[in-house]
């Protein structure tokens, strides 16, 4: 995406680039916090992340430019808020796939044991 010039992400710290910091730093900390203070409640995570994504759309990227971390180029906010939107929703998606996968787990482990135990 940063090849079709939708966003530039400048030099950063090294060994890190802007990019790197950006999306380890306080972005993926804060979907992760969202994700676990809201994770089985959809609506009330999508809502929430939402509003977190606003905000730092609308007001939060004019600080970013400033610093020279990130500043978009070919793409609107509203776009990139569309972007943010269907990242929240593979992170919950991903999650939501995981819980079931580990849950069939433990209930075959549930059934070994207790088909054992007889």
């Known amino acids: ?5 939708w966003w530039r992400f400048y030099k950063g710290i090294p060994p890190l680039n802007s990019m790197d910091i950006f999306n380890i730093g306080p972005y993926f900390i804060t979907s992760l916090w969202v994700l676990k203070l809201t994770y089985g409640k959809f609506p009330k995570y ?3 992340n939402t509003i977190l994504h606003i905000l730092f759309i609308f007001h939060g990227i004019k600080y970013i430019q400033r610093l020279n971390i990130l500043s978009l180029v070919k793409l609107t906010k509203v776009q990139y808020l ?3 939107a269907a990242r929240a929703l593979i992170l919950y998606g991903f999650q939501y796939i995981q819980e079931k996968i580990q849950a069939c787990f433990h209930s075959i482990q549930r059934k070994r044991v207790h088909s054992n135990a007889k």
């Open 82 to 84: 569309l972007i943010d």
């Open 1 to 5: 995406m940063e090849k079709e010039k």
């Open 46 to 48: 999508f809502m929430s």
